[in-house]
Structures are given as C-alpha cells and as structure tokens.
C-alpha cells in the first residue's frame, strides 16, 4: 500500500478503505510517513470530506493509536460530557456533581485551557490542595465511592490525534467536520466512555460561529459515537455570549457552587439541567428527558448535589470547606467596577474579546508557558437585553495589577448599548439525538 495512491483517491473523491485509514494512521503516528504527505491528504479531505463510515474508522484508528482506559470495574453506565468551549463555560464542574447524585458514574479526564481562562483541571485547582493526579485504582474506587472523579488526560491517549492536530494546525485544515469530530470523538472513547453527550457551542465565543456550522459538527459527533457503539447525544447552545457572569478560575469555581445550591445564573443553571437529563437518561437512570430534570433539580434542591461535590474535593486533597465560604478561594487585591457610559440596553456582549480582556489580566494562558493567576477574572453585572443607565456597573475586573487601561478599554469596545431593546439570545438552540 503506497500513500500516493491513498491521496489521489481522495483527491479524486473517492471512499477511503479501513485498511487506507489505518496505514495513514499508524504509518504517521510511528513517524513512517511525512508530515508533507499526511498534509496533502488532510486537505483532500478538507475538500472531498469523509462517508459516516469513514469519519468512524478514522475514530477508531486514533483510538487504537495509544492508550485505552478501562472503566470496567466502575459500576454502571459511564456517562462523559464534552464541551467544544467558550467563555465562562464552567458547567461540569456542577453539572458532573448534580448527575452523581443521580446515581450516573462520572469519570471525567479533563485538560487544562489554553485561551480565555483555565481548563477544568485549572479551575479546580483554584481550590487548595486539590489534585488532579489518581492511580487508576484510586480513580476506579472514587467512582464507586461517590460516583464522581475528575482528573488530568493520560500521556498516551490519542498520539495519533495530538500529531494530527498540530499539522492541521499549521495548515489551514482546521475547520473540517470530518477532521473536528473524529478528533473530539477519538479522545471521548480512548478515555473509557460508554455515553457520550456533547455541548456544541455557536456564536462569537464558539469554535464553530454559525448554527449551520455547529449543527453540522454535532451531527457528524454524535453519528460517529452511535457508530462506534457508544450512546451520544449532543446540544447546540449559545455562546454569543459569556456563559454565566463569572470568568476566571476561582471566580467560575464560586459560580459553580452557587449553581450547586440552585442560585446560580439563570443559563448555566439551565444549561446544567439541559446536558444533566440527557446524561441521566443514557446513564440509564431515567426513561424520559422530564424525569431526568426533575430528578436534577430534586437533588440540587434537597442539598444532594452540594454533598457529593464536597466529598469529591475532600476525596481529591482539597479543602471542601471552600463549599460552605468560597472566600477561601483565592482571592485578587483589587476589585475596580467599570461603569456604564450611556443608558439603553444590552445588545451585544461580544464573547470572544471579552475573553481575551480576562486572559490580559492573567486568567488564561496565551501560550502553553503561560502562568495562570487563578485569583484574577472578571464578573459580568450585565446580560444581553438588560436594562443599562450612565453609571451603572457593566462588568467589576477582579486584578492583582492597577496597570489595567487596554482591560477596560477592550470591555468598553466589545460590550454595546443601544437605544432599542434586544431580546436576550435563546440558550439552547437544538437537541440533536441522532
């Protein structure tokens, strides 16, 4: 099997064989193959795209490029939720809680952020002591314990996926469906999963910036995932804005209690809720998708949720008394208000620069070297289609660092008032089941 004949088929637009897939797949990942012919076939499929039985062979072979995790000493149906990312999107750390304490085994491997603020791992480390390192013993018996365990991505899993993506990267096939989804799918299966449901973001702060876009990708996860044997579902939410108020790490780790105790804001509480009951239904806990939610809201209710999320940080070295005083999280010398500069409405709240105002504060890291200041962030006062008048304040910056102007002035630019009202953007756009 030579690699030009498997290019030019594609090329030509043709239906690629399990067996082509595989020797591109393993061929590049053990080096065999150039990074200039693996280039060439990525922009083939750029343009020719993949069959659904391509995208799932293309899956499985990243999978099988490394490690597996085995999950099947966990009692249950494992249940893992992914999110393609956004702007204070924080929800699994509530969201994970409030499906434990429905009984759903949550054994979650998470990432640290590059961007806006910190990955999961990030955030929770904004608690002290907490750690993300388990041997996979403990991890396993965490589960079974309190049905909840949250720790750092393996090494190994996906070698395929990390070589794929830093080429796609550097030449220009990032934004292929085919590609996306079968990378995304590849590590949600590589880390154990039996279901699978997924958040696809639309809008200024998401990856995918149109609802054609979004749909597309999260139809072409969620047939790769019923593909390859694995329940998935998937929603299409909003992310023209920031989710909730909070951006920054320990900020967002206060969100989510508030979340826990049924106080949280109104959309990530929703969006908690939306995800949980497709979680609790293919977790086999409930039958109907209304069974589940009132089954969500019963245990953030009664406290159930909140009582799992503290022996989770207890089981993982934190300090669960952080639950009862989120003072205890770090804390940023400052807290300067920025303050509305004419009356009128809300109307945009554009997601992805105000991201980029909590980064230069040191929330995120523009680079993998980057140290992040989990204190920092900022604290949205305002939402789409809320009321504005001069004085009032937009956003409060949390900072360790006076020096703040390009902060301010970004937040000024990117957060508009107009003189009509605009309806606050719909959250959930789509639920997608197959």
């Not at 998470?110 to 996979?136: C, P, Q």
């Amino acid at each position: 099997m030579r690699m030009v004949d498997i290019i030019e088929k594609k090329r030509n637009g043709e239906e690629l064989t399990n067996e082509e897939i595989r020797f591109f797949v393993n061929g590049y990942t053990k080096g065999d193959i150039p990074d200039y012919q693996v280039s060439a076939l990525m922009m083939a499929i750029y343009f020719k795209d993949m069959t659904e039985r391509e995208r799932a062979d293309l899956t499985m072979a990243m999978v099988e490029s490394g490690d597996k995790i085995d999950l099947s000493q966990i009692e249950g149906v494992k249940v893992d939720k992914h999110s393609t990312g956004g702007v204070g999107d924080t929800t699994t750390l509530s969201l994970a809680a409030m499906v434990a304490a429905c009984g759903v085994p949550v054994a979650k491997m998470s990432g640290r952020g590059l961007g806006h603020t910190g990955g999961t791992i990030d955030k929770l480390e904004a608690i002290e002591g907490f750690h993300v390192e388990l041997s996979n013993d403990q991890f396993v018996k965490q589960v079974n314990d309190i049905k909840m365990a949250v720790i750092g991505q393996s090494g190994n899993l996906t070698p395929a996926d990390k070589k794929l993506y830093a080429l796609r990267d550097v030449t220009g096939t990032v934004p292929s469906i085919p590609l996306i989804a079968s990378s995304i799918m590849s590590k949600k299966i590589a880390a154990g999963a039996d279901a699978i449901v997924l958040d696809v973001k639309t809008g200024d702060g998401a990856f995918m910036k149109t609802i054609e876009e979004s749909e597309a990708l999260a139809h072409a996860m969620v047939k790769i995932g019923n593909n390859v044997g694995r329940k998935t579902m998937a929603i299409i939410s909003d992310m023209s804005q920031p989710l909730g108020y909070a951006i920054g790490n320990a900020l967002e780790v206060k969100e989510a209690i508030d979340t826990l105790k049924g106080e949280g804001p109104e959309d990530l509480q929703e969006l908690c809720y939306t995800l949980g009951s497709q979680m609790v239904v293919v977790g086999g806990k409930a039958v109907t998708i209304e069974e589940a939610r009132t089954m969500l809201e019963g245990v953030v209710q009664s406290g159930e949720a909140l009582e799992i999320f503290k022996k989770f940080i207890a089981a993982q070295g934190g300090d669960p008394s952080v639950v009862d005083d989120p003072s205890l999280l770090p804390q940023a010398k400052y807290k300067i208000d920025v303050a509305a500069k004419e009356t009128g409405y809300i109307s945009k709240m554009e997601a992805d620069d105000i991201g980029i105002a909590a980064m230069l504060l040191g929330a995120g890291r523009a680079t993998k070297e980057s140290t992040i200041d989990l204190s920092v962030g900022l604290v949205l006062q305002k939402k789409v289609g809320d009321a504005v008048a001069i004085g009032d304040t937009l956003v409060t910056i949390h900072t360790n660092d006076l020096d703040i102007e390009k902060v301010i002035q970004k937040l000024y630019a990117h957060i508009i008032i107009s003189a009509d009202k605009v309806e606050a953007p719909e959250l959930i756009k789509k639920v997608i089941t197959e």
